[in-house]
């Protein structure tokens, strides 16, 4: 296995130097006689399949803090309590990713590798809903033209039905029978060369786009209920990328906080609901996603409050990510999207539409798909499930039950925060961070300076408590 990995990491770093022809312009790219100008398929979807799980984290780094689910680890933080900041990075790796893809899908259509051109259409749609998610409006139509100097914005809503056109055509390449080169087991980082479960995370991600329209008067939960269906059917299906330089990009968070660089503090919002302080029930996925303090408790720290323990940060003794976890330890994978959140989706899906014994049912399978997910002792798997507060009866099943399980299964994954924001916010007991900019929670980011110092189409960031077009 490390043969394999040095080989494919090895393969990765070569599809990282290749020009990126179609938008050098754009990005500013000085030339180099080093850079691959024709890199075979294979390292281009290692690449892109690598770069975009690396972009899953870099974005959840982010939103993990409006979530709650991290806070920092100092007073006033500018992540924590709102500020505008500037995240000229995130933004650049994300195109830096899509223009990649780009150059992938040409060269699939050129070459008539069909799976090539629908994981090229699936990865773009990814990353394309993780730009509009943080920002709203954002160059796409005119952004991978070489041309094009400084390209357009196009609307949020015209870039939402963009990835899902995206989704529905890889669907469509991906289930054809003809493609000329066929994908790479050893260079497909995130599902290993099996098309059809490319074909099962298309829907998956069809199925969370459909489903973050749930404010919205074209809300249709049968529709939802239909890419379900075609989805994920167990854990061995989830899009998740474990390929990295040194360890998953969690665990160096983690290991730099054990040598007081530090970051990786867990909320006290999310170790409360954890604790069961404000669900009622003790969950059993916190031994699985953090570790006690000396003291042998489970102690988050306030948003925006930062250090409540000791002043010189040297002993544990609050709560942090941890690299005995099984999602953030150094070989862990990152998880782009996964089998207890689709069934999730089903519940919420599914309750909406009224049929209360399919949400039942799914609701209770995400859980204990969560609970193996995270290696949580069968005992103390079943002691959740079987508690009163969790096991309501499809009756009693709502969609506060649903959101609280979803933001346990979502931990550190960029789409909490589009549930937070559907959700209002509504988990119980949270609260604005202490010494907010916002006097209300926060709903967008601030376009980055990068981005605005090169390219005079950006627009002038709104305030950051405006809602994007589906969370109005």
């Given at each position: 296995?490390?043969?394999?990995?040095?080989?494919?990491?090895?393969l990765v770093?070569?599809?990282?130097?290749?020009?990126?022809?179609?938008?050098?312009?754009?990005?500013?790219?000085?030339?180099?006689?080093?850079?691959?100008?024709?890199?075979?398929?294979a390292?281009?979807?290692?690449t892109?399949?690598?770069k975009?799980?690396?972009?899953?984290?870099?974005?959840?780094?982010?939103?993990?803090?409006?979530?709650?689910?991290?806070?920092?680890?100092?007073?006033g933080?500018?992540?924590?309590t709102?500020?505008?900041?500037?995240?000229?990075?995130?933004?650049?790796?994300?195109?830096?990713a899509?223009?990649?893809?780009?150059?992938?899908?040409?060269?699939?259509i050129e070459a008539?590798?069909?799976?090539?051109?629908?994981?090229a259409?699936?990865?773009?749609a990814?990353?394309?809903?993780?730009v509009?998610?943080?920002?709203?409006d954002?160059?796409?139509s005119?952004?991978?033209?070489?041309?094009?100097?400084?390209?357009?914005?196009?609307?949020?809503?015209e870039?939402?039905?963009?990835?899902?056109?995206?989704?529905?055509e890889?669907?469509?390449?991906?289930?054809?029978?003809?493609?000329?080169v066929?994908l790479?087991?050893?260079?497909?980082l995130?599902?290993?060369?099996?098309?059809?479960n490319?074909?099962?995370?298309?829907?998956?991600?069809?199925?969370?786009?459909?489903?973050k329209?749930?404010?919205t008067?074209?809300y249709?939960?049968?529709?939802?209920?239909?890419?379900?269906?075609?989805?994920y059917?167990?854990?061995?299906?989830?899009?998740?990328?474990?390929?990295f330089?040194?360890r998953?990009?969690?665990?160096?968070?983690?290991?730099?906080?054990?040598n007081?660089?530090?970051?990786?503090?867990?909320?006290?919002?999310f170790?409360?609901?954890?604790?069961?302080?404000?669900t009622?029930?003790?969950?059993?996925?916190?031994?699985?996603?953090?570790?006690?303090?000396?003291?042998?408790?489970?102690?988050?720290?306030?948003?925006?409050v930062?250090?409540?323990?000791?002043?010189?940060?040297?002993?544990?003794?609050e709560?942090?990510?941890?690299?005995n976890?099984?999602?953030?330890?150094?070989?862990?994978?990152?998880?782009?999207?996964?089998?207890?959140?689709?069934?999730?989706?089903e519940?919420?899906?599914?309750?909406?539409?009224?049929?209360?014994?399919?949400?039942?049912?799914?609701?209770?399978?995400?859980?204990?798909?969560?609970?193996?997910?995270?290696?949580?002792?069968?005992?103390?798997a079943?002691e959740?499930?079987?508690?009163?507060?969790?096991?309501?009866?499809?009756?009693?099943?709502?969609l506060?039950?649903?959101?609280?399980?979803?933001?346990?299964?979502?931990y550190?994954?960029?789409?909490?925060w589009?549930?937070?924001?559907?959700?209002?916010?509504?988990?119980?007991?949270?609260?604005?961070?202490?010494?907010?900019?916002?006097?209300?929670?926060?709903?967008r980011?601030?376009?980055?300076?990068?981005?605005?110092?090169?390219n005079p189409?950006?627009?002038?960031?709104?305030?950051?408590?405006?809602?994007?077009?589906?969370?109005?």
């Amino acid at each position: 296995m490390k043969k394999i990995f040095r080989y494919t990491f090895a393969l990765v770093m070569m599809g990282a130097l290749f020009s990126l022809q179609s938008c050098e312009d754009y990005f500013d790219l000085d030339e180099n006689p080093n850079l691959v100008n024709n890199p075979p398929l294979a390292t281009m979807l290692a690449t892109t399949t690598q770069k975009t799980g690396l972009n899953t984290q870099r974005v959840a780094n982010i939103t993990s803090y409006f979530v709650q689910y991290l806070a920092g680890p100092v007073a006033g933080g500018s992540t924590d309590t709102y500020q505008v900041t500037d995240y000229t990075s995130t933004w650049d790796a994300l195109y830096l990713a899509m223009a990649d893809i780009y150059d992938m899908k040409q060269r699939g259509i050129e070459a008539g590798a069909s799976d090539y051109v629908g994981v090229a259409n699936v990865l773009m749609a990814y990353n394309l809903s993780l730009v509009t998610d943080l920002w709203g409006d954002a160059p796409y139509s005119e952004a991978f033209i070489s041309t094009t100097l400084t390209p357009g914005f196009d609307s949020q809503e015209e870039l939402y039905n963009t990835s899902l056109q995206l989704i529905d055509e890889a669907i469509a390449e991906l289930s054809r029978t003809d493609s000329n080169v066929l994908l790479d087991p050893e260079s497909d980082l995130i599902h290993g060369g099996d098309k059809e479960n490319w074909i099962k995370t298309a829907y998956a991600l069809k199925a969370r786009f459909l489903n973050k329209l749930s404010e919205t008067a074209s809300y249709n939960p049968e529709a939802v209920l239909s890419a379900v269906d075609n989805a994920y059917t167990s854990n061995a299906d989830n899009a998740t990328m474990s390929v990295f330089q040194t360890r998953n990009p969690w665990a160096t968070v983690a290991l730099n906080n054990e040598n007081l660089l530090l970051g990786g503090w867990l909320s006290e919002q999310f170790v409360e609901h954890l604790k069961g302080t404000t669900t009622g029930v003790f969950d059993p996925r916190i031994a699985q996603i953090t570790d006690t303090t000396i003291t042998g408790e489970y102690i988050g720290t306030p948003n925006g409050v930062g250090n409540v323990g000791t002043a010189s940060n040297t002993v544990r003794d609050e709560s942090y990510i941890s690299r005995n976890s099984p999602l953030t330890g150094d070989e862990s994978p990152l998880i782009l999207i996964s089998y207890p959140e689709v069934k999730l989706i089903e519940a919420e899906a599914a309750l909406r539409a009224g049929q209360t014994d399919r949400a039942y049912a799914a609701y209770l399978e995400a859980i204990e798909a969560s609970m193996d997910l995270l290696e949580v002792e069968p005992a103390a798997a079943e002691e959740y499930l079987s508690d009163p507060a969790v096991a309501v009866g499809a009756s009693n099943l709502t969609l506060d039950l649903i959101f609280d399980e979803k933001y346990v299964v979502t931990y550190l994954n960029p789409e909490a925060w589009n549930d937070a924001r559907r959700y209002d916010y509504a988990y119980e007991g949270f609260e604005l961070p202490a010494n907010a900019d916002l006097s209300t929670f926060i709903r967008r980011v601030a376009y980055p300076q990068g981005e605005a110092s090169k390219n005079p189409n950006t627009p002038e960031s709104p305030v950051l408590s405006e809602e994007l077009w589906w969370d109005e």
